[in-house]
């Protein structure tokens, strides 16, 4: 195989020889980065302080943007139909506003009520 990135048998190959870590079939950090958003958010409501649900809205912040991460990687290593990457980008991107605006909305009401 030539110098550069490739998949073979769910493998990831890097620079020619097969990852020495482990082999990754190439949605797996998707995968998980897709169950973490919507169980952060989960954990997050079910906390009893703002504070907490704001922690866990951020974090979940933080999966989206690995999730997008991932999609523009499998983009550029050839992984994947381009539709469906595109069509999973574009929802990474709404709920990335989504949360975005619910981080401003709960930090305003938060600094609102240290104000009092």
């Known amino acids: 195989m030539a110098k550069g990135y490739g998949v073979g048998e769910g493998r990831l190959f890097v620079d020619g020889a097969v990852s020495s870590r482990r082999a990754v079939r190439p949605n797996e950090p998707t995968e998980k980065g897709c169950r973490s958003i919507p169980s952060n958010i989960a954990e997050g409501k079910g906390r009893l ?3 907490e649900l704001i922690q ?3 974090i979940a ?9 991932q999609l523009e990687l499998a983009t550029m290593l050839g992984f994947g139909d381009r ?16 949360l975005n605006a619910s981080l401003v909305t709960l930090r305003a009401k938060l600094a609102a009520r240290k104000q009092r």
């Open 49 to 51: 302080t703002t504070g």
């Open 61 to 69: 912040r933080g999966s989206v943007l690995e999730v997008q991460t």
């Open 83 to 98: 539709i469906d990457i595109a069509e999973a980008q574009a929802i990474a991107s709404e709920e990335l506003k989504i």
């Open 56 to 58: 866990f809205l951020g």
